[in-house]
């Protein structure tokens, strides 16, 4: 059976994985074809302890057997292989359609490198057109909602924020917060938008992974792309 191209880009990043290595394990559907693979890589006596970023991941890891320890206990990573929602040319990306951001960030900060595994419908010239995920705490909502709302403003963005549901409820992320999706459509700075959120109380996390991804390995038609960060020219 031919291996689909989710396949063969987790495929592709596992190559960069060596046996010993302490691993961060991202979340999302190409994710669980990288777990698959790895759980076949363990069971011919390949040696990793991985660290996951999502209930789900670590379900599967344990369906699957693979090794699993915590950040508490292995504080610093290795690698950390991970999805993406949106990914820019200088690799920043827009992450947090599964509500695992904040998790996953952490993973990804305390990992020596961060590699993308996705499809090439995940590629974008400029981030935002995939509403951006923003984990906040539900106490003081809608004074949260105005700060962020603040903030974007002085970035010149607009476009509505709303409230991520499960059913008729909110949904609750495996920290206990909300998930804020706010529609920008086109985010032209998403560095400088990033410092803004980070600074309100309310805020948790943000979905922008700004200068963390080192390679991207993407699913193209008939082929895998390996893609690094584009230099962005400088005004002298």
Excluded: W
Aim: charge should be negative; glycine fraction near 8%; include cysteine.
């Amino acid at each position: 059976m031919a291996m689909s191209l989710k396949a063969q880009a987790a495929a592709a990043a596992l190559k960069e994985v060596k046996p010993g290595m302490k691993l961060g394990i991202g979340s999302g559907s190409t994710v669980n074809e990288m777990i698959r693979l790895l759980a076949e890589m363990v069971k011919d006596g390949f040696e990793i302890i991985g660290v996951p970023a999502s209930s789900y991941s670590q379900a599967l890891c344990d369906e699957l057997g693979v090794p699993l320890t915590t950040l508490d206990e292995t504080p610093v990573l290795d690698l950390v292989i991970d999805g993406a929602d949106e990914i820019d040319p200088q690799l920043n990306l827009i992450k947090g359609g599964g509500a695992a951001l904040l998790r996953e960030k952490i993973i990804a900060a305390a990992s020596g490198r961060m590699l993308v595994i996705a499809d090439e419908s995940k590629t974008v010239d400029t981030l935002g057109k995939f509403p951006l995920p923003v984990e906040v705490v539900p106490f003081g909502l809608e004074a949260t909602r105005q700060m962020m709302q603040n903030s974007f403003d002085a970035e010149g963005l607009q476009g509505e924020m709303i409230l991520r549901l499960a059913g008729d409820k909110p949904l609750v992320t495996d920290n206990g917060n909300y998930i804020l999706d706010c529609h920008l459509k086109a985010i032209a700075d998403p560095k400088s938008l990033a410092k803004r959120l980070e600074v309100i109380p309310g805020v948790v996390e943000h979905g922008l992974f700004i200068d963390m991804a080192v390679r991207a390995y993407v699913a193209g038609t008939d082929e895998i792309l390996v893609l690094e960060p584009k230099a962005v020219p400088t005004v002298s």
